[in-house]
């Protein structure tokens, strides 16, 4: 469903959320936990690895020299995960970011303020993120100009190299995403369903009026490569509009 490829080694995500890891061993980044399962994301960095389970945990292996395998405690309701030279990222459900790991040049230091991402990416030793209104922050190691990002950009993907950056520019946002299907009320409010992919993040919103342009976001959502499913936990009484963006 998925690969990622670190320094030299090698990581593969089944379709039924298991991991076959190759290459090289010498800080255990092939060992793949015993017990690992329902993983619907991964990254790998230089010599360590990241994985994301659909309950929205984040588990991490292999080296550690710099703590880039020391989830931070408590860490939950995750959507994306993304690994850098000796660190590493999580986008959480509510559009911020946690980092760990390697920070000498401060690349796991979050940017105070910064909200609304709905994708990240991690360089060498750079860390990137893709604002819902297409606004790309950049903060790390800039000896080649990597977190330069060009005044004006408009951006509906990103990736980074160890020492570049490239970002997908489009004026607008992602084109509405998926055929919703089931919806319903449920004891937890109001649900629908989507196919999903892997590694991709799923942001639904709503609005209250077809002639009201005003729409407000709900928590994101990583996909799994499977149906998953939207709820709105308190929807207001009358009619309610739903869409899905992927980023």
Not at 84 to 99: P, W
Not at 173 to 188: D, F, I, V
Not at 223 to 239: E, F, H, K, N, Q
Request: glycine content about 12%; hydrophobic content about 40%.
């Amino acid at each position: 469903m998925a690969v990622a490829g670190g320094e030299n080694h090698v990581l593969a995500l089944r379709c039924d959320g298991t991991l076959v890891a190759w290459g090289k061993n010498d800080a255990g980044q092939t060992n793949v936990p015993t017990d690992l399962s329902n993983v619907v994301a991964i990254a790998c960095g230089r010599a360590h690895n990241l994985t994301l389970k659909s309950d929205g945990t984040v588990l991490a292996w292999g080296r550690n020299d710099y703590g880039q395998t020391d989830v931070p405690p408590g860490l939950t309701n995750v959507a994306s995960i993304a690994a850098g030279y000796a660190h590493s990222m999580a986008l959480n459900s509510d559009g911020t970011v946690t980092e760990w790991g390697r920070n000498d040049f401060g690349q796991s230091t979050v940017p105070i303020g910064l909200s609304n991402v709905v994708a990240i990416a991690s360089g060498g030793w750079h860390s990137l993120a893709l604002q819902s209104d297409g606004t790309v922050v950049a903060w790390g190691l800039n000896d080649y100009g990597q977190i330069n990002v060009p005044p004006g950009w408009k951006a509906i993907a990103i990736a980074a190299g160890d020492f570049h950056s490239l970002a997908l520019l489009s004026e607008t946002p992602p084109a509405l995403h998926g055929e919703l299907s089931m919806p319903g009320r449920t004891s937890n409010g109001f649900s629908f369903s989507l196919p999903s992919q892997s590694g991709r993040a799923y942001l639904p919103e709503y609005t209250d009026s077809v002639t009201n342009n005003s729409w407000r976001d709900l928590p994101l959502l990583p996909g799994s490569g499977r149906i998953i499913t939207v709820t709105d936990p308190a929807p207001d009484s009358g009619a309610r509009l739903y869409r899905i963006r992927r980023w």
